[in-house]
């Protein structure tokens, strides 16, 4: 599996950003996607996940409200829009993999991409 992020920037307090993930080598709606983020100095972190073929979503408290991920399995790709960006929002994030599988969750993601890095500030 091959995971392609792109899509981060420089964007001013109060912006959006909208995030892509290009996955490739296997069937994409077979897998949960997350987004995943590591700020200067912290561990990497959970931001959202969307299940395998979609229909189920879930979210770090911190972006709930600002945060939507979607999915388009016709182009396999997932999709982070960031609205009302904040300057703890900068971290460079990482869209990462894992088989489908119960109970849904921000755990035990294995393929991992290269990552984008998003800057918020004035």
């Known amino acids: 599996v091959q995971l392609q992020a792109s899509g981060g920037g420089l964007v001013q307090p109060g912006g959006s950003l909208r995030l892509s993930c290009k996955f490739s080598?296997?069937?994409?709606?077979?897998?949960?996607m997350g987004w995943f983020r590591q700020a200067p100095g912290e561990e990497r972190a959970f931001v959202a996940a969307i299940r395998g073929g979609g229909g189920g979503t879930l979210y770090t408290d911190s972006v709930k409200g600002r945060f939507t991920i979607s999915r388009d399995n016709a182009k396999d790709t997932v999709y982070l829009q960031m609205n009302s960006l904040k300057p703890e929002d900068t971290a460079i994030y990482f869209c990462?993999?894992?088989?489908?599988?119960?109970?849904?969750?921000?755990?035990?993601?294995?393929?991992w991409g290269q990552g984008t890095l998003v800057t918020v500030s004035s």
């Open positions: 080598g296997l069937t994409f709606r077979q897998y949960d």
């Open positions: 990462a993999a894992r088989w489908r599988r119960v109970p849904f969750s921000s755990l035990d993601y294995y393929y």
